[in-house]
């Protein structure tokens, strides 16, 4: 996720593009040839972690 960042594949609003989560699995089958990662799979976990991070630094706040 970090290579993305880098690469421009962030919006203006500091979130990902769509297309950052169709990329990461290329990537991640470039590095471990037997990966079965989706983009579907991108998608979801990083949703539950953006969640799991707001909750986070609401209880910090």
């Known amino acids: 996720m970090e290579e993305c960042a880098v690469d421009g594949l ?14 990461l699995p290329l990537k991640m089958l470039e590095a471990f040839p037997t990966c079965t990662l989706t983009a579907k799979h ?20």
Request: some cysteine; overall charge positive.
């Open 10 to 23: 962030k919006a203006n609003c500091r979130q990902f593009r769509p297309e950052t989560f169709e990329k």
């Open 42 to 61: 991108c998608k979801n976990k990083h949703k539950r972690l953006k969640e799991k991070y707001q909750y986070a630094s609401e209880m910090l706040a």
